[in-house]
Nanobody, 124 residues
């Protein structure tokens, strides 16, 4: 079993940056592909970024490509989401997720464990 705890959210002005962290418990963290999703009020949860268990493959939603970077430190059991050039439309609760397997996943059903989320608010 994997437990996930996100941190790093907050309020930032448009054009600013934030780095989200997701700390994972469990000895088998390196076996899991990891992903970030977000959910804005009144909208469905949407895919943001994913990284394979090795860190060798990454995948991004078109809306964040070139602005966000996902990375992981298996020794620290942590996955990160560096968010630059933030826009008001990036405002949402951001969730970290873990899915058993080696690939990159972009669908919510492909993930087995979820964190509680961290709020990101971008003001214009």
């Amino acid at each position: 079993q994997v437990q996930l705890v996100e941190s790093g959210g907050g309020l930032v002005q448009a054009g600013g940056s934030l780095r989200l962290s997701c700390a994972a418990s469990g000895r088998t963290f390196s076996r899991y592909a990891m992903g970030w999703f977000r959910q804005a009020p009144g909208k469905e949860r949407e895919f943001v970024a994913a990284i394979s268990w090795s860190g060798g493959s990454t995948y991004y939603a078109d809306s964040v490509k070139g602005r966000f970077t996902i990375s992981r430190g298996n020794a620290k059991h942590t996955v990160y989401l560096q968010m630059n050039s933030l826009k008001p439309e990036d405002t949402a609760v951001y969730y970290c997720a873990a899915g058993l397997g080696g690939s990159v996943y972009s669908e919510t059903y492909e993930y087995d464990y979820w964190g509680q989320g961290t709020q990101v608010t971008v003001s214009s």
